[in-house]
């Protein structure tokens, strides 16, 4: 049994989700960098309520999945500009403007250029300003120490959905408090490194970058930075570069949870060949509550299609193989340490140009 979260971080199956810092009430916990540390050892009482909100060390029981759908935002510009198809963003605003709740926890940047955080966002223009999917670690449950009472909408990945869950047990403020979780499919979080990787090969200085957007841009769109000079690099295929490989966290790497099975409402990507040529995007949507499926079927400005479970699965299918088969566990840890030594980036990078040559001209690679 571990004493403190302090050891989750010490066995590396920390996802930085934020909850044991949150939870703590002597301050004893902080990050170093994104592992969880005892900050002032004296103040520790090893209650072990750290350890409790955990989600890589925690079991919970999965409830059932009801209907599906192919969703997306009637407002182009909200689609044009999302991850997949804007669901998320127009059902928040939705809740908002017809008084389901409070407000949405939503993931921003505000201090830090490159380190987004947890943000409660209370008008349709921060929740707009929240959309698209960031790839980078986001403590995202650091907010539950200072929320206040209220409604709100939670959006999170699976580790982030998880321990909300183990949270709510014990704390009846973020219980009653949280009255939806979003979840977003999940194959793994880049470490930071993987976007000082990305500046990297394209030659930009991180002191010159004044903003950075993952996706957006259509379907399935690109990566955006914004530089001091309003100059705007757009890369379509970050992933290919290597960002998506030599980067995975540990915690990644032990991670099942592809469709956030704990959340109300998970969302993702339409995976799928009859997708492909869809330029302005589709959001996939698995639900678990009767409540959440009135309120989708109830918003007027999404569009929604019912589709299978099955299909939904479908569109993940290679994604999940990778992340749950033993099989693959090794070679994604061994091109994860890879990524950890600054010198070899360059190398990493003429390697994946490599092997984008030879995927080009070989069949099976
Ligand atoms: C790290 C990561 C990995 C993902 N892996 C997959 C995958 O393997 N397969 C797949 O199909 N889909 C994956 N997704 C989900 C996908 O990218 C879209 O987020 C999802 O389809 C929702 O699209 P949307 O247009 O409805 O959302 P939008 O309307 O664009 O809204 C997205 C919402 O997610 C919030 N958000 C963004 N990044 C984060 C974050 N890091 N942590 C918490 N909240 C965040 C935003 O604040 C916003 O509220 C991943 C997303 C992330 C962030
Ligand atoms: S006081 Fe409790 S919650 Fe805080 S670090 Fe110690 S065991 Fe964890
Ligand atoms: S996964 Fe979350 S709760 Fe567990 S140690 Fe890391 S930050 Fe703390
Ligand atoms: S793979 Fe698992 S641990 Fe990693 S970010 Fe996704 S949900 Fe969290």
């Given at each position: 049994?571990?004493?403190?979260?302090?050891?989750?971080?010490?066995?590396?199956?920390?996802?930085y989700?934020g909850?044991?810092v949150?939870?703590?009430?002597?301050?004893?916990l902080g990050f170093k960098n994104d592992t969880p540390c005892?900050?002032?050892?004296?103040?520790?009482?090893?209650?072990?309520?750290?350890?409790?909100?955990?989600?890589?060390?925690?079991?919970?029981?999965?409830?059932?999945?009801?209907?599906?759908?192919?969703?997306?935002?009637?407002?182009?510009?909200?689609?044009?500009?999302?991850?997949?198809?804007?669901?998320?963003?127009?059902?928040?605003?939705?809740?908002?403007?017809?008084?389901?709740?409070?407000?949405?926890?939503?993931?921003?940047?505000?201090?830090?250029?490159?380190?987004?955080?947890?943000?409660?966002?209370?008008?349709?223009?921060?929740?707009?300003?929240?959309?698209?999917?960031?790839?980078?670690?986001?403590p995202?449950?650091?907010?539950?120490?200072?929320?206040?009472?209220?409604?709100?909408?939670?959006?999170?990945?699976?580790?982030?959905?998880?321990?909300?869950?183990?949270?709510?047990?014990?704390?009846?403020?973020?219980?009653?408090?949280?009255?939806?979780?979003?979840?977003?499919?999940?194959?793994?979080?880049?470490?930071?490194?993987?976007?000082?990787?990305?500046?990297?090969?394209?030659?930009?200085?991180?002191?010159?970058?004044?903003?950075?957007?993952?996706?957006?841009?259509?379907?399935?769109?690109?990566?955006?930075?914004?530089?001091?000079?309003?100059?705007?690099?757009?890369?379509?295929?970050?992933?290919?570069?290597?960002?998506?490989?030599?980067?995975?966290?540990?915690?990644?790497?032990?991670?099942?949870?592809?469709?956030?099975?704990?959340?109300?409402?998970?969302?993702?990507?339409?995976?799928?060949?009859?997708?492909?040529?869809?330029?302005?995007?589709?959001?996939?949507?698995?639900?678990?509550?009767?409540?959440?499926?009135?309120?989708?079927?109830?918003?007027?400005?999404?569009?929604?299609?019912?589709?299978?479970?099955?299909?939904?699965?479908?569109?993940?299918?290679?994604?999940?193989?990778?992340?749950?088969?033993?099989?693959?566990?090794?070679?994604?840890?061994?091109?994860?340490?890879?990524?950890?030594?600054?010198?070899?980036?360059?190398?990493?990078?003429?390697?994946?140009?490599?092997?984008?040559?030879?995927?080009?001209?070989?069949?099976?690679?």
């Amino acid at each position: 049994m571990m004493e403190t979260a302090v050891e989750v971080g010490r066995r590396n199956l920390c996802s930085y989700c934020g909850s044991c810092v949150s939870i703590c009430q002597t301050s004893a916990l902080g990050f170093k960098n994104d592992t969880p540390c005892l900050v002032d050892a004296e103040r520790c009482n090893y209650c072990g309520l750290c350890t409790k909100v955990c989600p890589s060390i925690n079991e919970l029981e999965k409830p059932s999945v009801l209907k599906c759908y192919a969703a997306y935002s009637k407002n182009e510009e909200i689609r044009f500009n999302s991850s997949s198809g804007g669901f998320i963003t127009q059902f928040l605003i939705d809740l908002l403007e017809n008084g389901t709740i409070d407000g949405a926890i939503v993931c921003d940047y505000k201090d830090d250029v490159f380190a987004p955080q947890a943000i409660l966002a209370k008008s349709r223009e921060d929740i707009i300003k929240a959309s698209a999917s960031k790839y980078c670690p986001v403590p995202m449950n650091l907010i539950f120490k200072d929320l206040k009472e209220g409604s709100y909408a939670f959006v999170g990945l699976p580790c982030h959905i998880k321990s909300l869950r183990l949270y709510q047990n014990i704390d009846n403020k973020i219980k009653h408090s949280i009255i939806i979780a979003i979840g977003l499919f999940c194959n793994h979080t880049p470490k930071f490194q993987a976007t000082d990787y990305v500046l990297y090969i394209l030659g930009i200085r991180k002191k010159d970058v004044k903003k950075i957007r993952y996706r957006g841009d259509g379907w399935p769109g690109s990566m955006q930075v914004m530089l001091n000079n309003d100059h705007v690099v757009k890369i379509t295929n970050v992933w290919d570069t290597g960002f998506g490989k030599y980067f995975i966290p540990d915690a990644c790497l032990n991670c099942k949870d592809v469709f956030s099975d704990y959340a109300d409402i998970s969302v993702g990507d339409p995976w799928l060949q009859e997708y492909y040529s869809d330029k302005l995007g589709t959001s996939f949507v698995i639900t678990r509550k009767t409540s959440a499926i009135h309120l989708i079927e109830g918003c007027g400005r999404l569009s929604i299609n019912e589709v299978s479970y099955s299909k939904v699965f479908d569109s993940q299918k290679t994604l999940y193989e990778i992340k749950t088969q033993r099989k693959n566990y090794r070679k994604r840890r061994l091109f994860s340490r890879l990524g950890k030594h600054k010198v070899l980036w360059s190398f990493l990078y003429q390697k994946s140009r490599f092997e984008r040559f030879m995927k080009r001209h070989t069949k099976d690679l």
